[in-house]
């Protein structure tokens, strides 16, 4: 697997990270806690050395999952996790208000999650929302406290804007910025890119599967648990899902003409638009895991992805990728 740098501090991971949300939390009900301590150990013996967690997923399980699963090769690996909702602790999620980055929150969250974690530092730790009642340079300057304290490692942002960016970066270090990207969300390209590219910050999409329909195996029959947020998402209601086919069928010609699937297409596509993105798509399936990671090798021309350009350019998606309140937390 090769290696690609978030960042210019230091903070190196694989090309391909594992997003381990859906093994807890979000897609459904959680999964065998043992099979998927097995996926993780077999993506680390695959080359992957950079997994994401948060708090909140679960909320807490998640992160005592990777904890647990990684605890035997915590030295060679980089674990990610995320502060910033509303969790009291006794593990009740609240939404009045959703959010709480107060400082003495973040301290007491990064020391619950290095206990769940089984570790006594956090690699690199986001700020998993803007919480708009406290300012970021108060968020960044807290996380720098526990940089210096050694409980954190780098500082990363999630669904933050342009602006805060910049202002947290201005007080402590911006390793890596997370936020959905993919061939169906390319938003970040247009303001949040040169940002990152002139502050030297990473950049770690999420979903970029595009929470599974990019993989070609879901269309507008494709029937949702209602415990998964995507049954309550505009962007995969039953229409949207029929109107942003023609997507699938682009990505599927590509795949037939490289030998490779949609999947592959869809991880390669992200890895080719900038030499400091490592992406984070997840799985809870060991044969997906295999799959994903052979992207990893597939490179494009230029050609082909000028062609891509054009033709993504042209396609329109439909549906909003948040629910109306989910997409009041996002940063813009």
């Known amino acids: ?188 390209e247009e303001k949040t890119f040169p940002v990152l590219e002139e502050l030297g910050i990473g950049f770690v999409p999420f979903s970029p599967l595009g929470r599974g329909f990019l993989t070609g195996k879901i269309d507008e029959n494709t029937a949702f648990d209602p415990t998964d947020f995507r049954a309550k998402v505009p962007r995969f209601s039953a229409e949207a899902r029929r109107a942003n086919q023609s997507l699938i069928d682009v990505i599927g010609k590509f795949a037939d003409d490289k030998g490779a699937t949609p999947a592959q297409i869809a991880l390669g596509w992200v890895l080719a638009q900038k030499p400091w993105i490592a992406p984070i798509p997840g799985t809870t399936k060991l044969h997906r895991l295999e799959e994903n990671l052979a992207a990893a090798d597939l490179t494009f021309s230029a050609a082909e992805l000028s062609e891509i350009d054009s033709i993504l350019s042209d396609i329109r998606v439909e549906g909003s990728r948040y629910t109306e309140a989910n997409q009041k937390l996002v940063d813009n």
């Open 1 to 188: 697997m090769q290696k690609r740098e978030l960042g210019t501090n230091g903070l190196e991971v694989s090309a391909l990270g594992l997003g381990c949300m859906g093994m807890s939390f979000g897609y459904g009900a959680a999964k065998d806690t043992a099979e998927m301590a097995e996926i993780i150990r077999k993506a680390v013996d695959l080359g992957v050395t950079f997994f994401d967690t948060a708090e909140v997923y679960g909320p807490w399980t998640n992160e005592k999952l990777v904890g647990s699963a990684l605890a035997s090769v915590r030295d060679s690996v980089v674990i990610a996790t995320k502060f910033g909702f509303n969790i009291d602790s006794d593990g009740i999620q609240h939404q009045d208000p959703p959010l709480n980055s107060r400082p003495e929150h973040i301290r007491n969250v990064v020391d619950s999650s290095l206990k769940r974690l089984g570790t006594d530092h956090i690699d690199l730790l986001y700020q998993h929302r803007v919480d708009p009642q406290v300012p970021i340079e108060d968020v960044a300057g807290t996380v720098g406290d526990l940089v210096s304290a050694g409980k954190v490692k780098y500082f990363g942002l999630s669904e933050a804007g342009a602006d805060t960016i910049r202002r947290a970066h201005a007080v402590h270090p911006v390793a890596a910025l997370q936020s959905e990207y993919s061939m169906w969300w390319r938003e970040p």
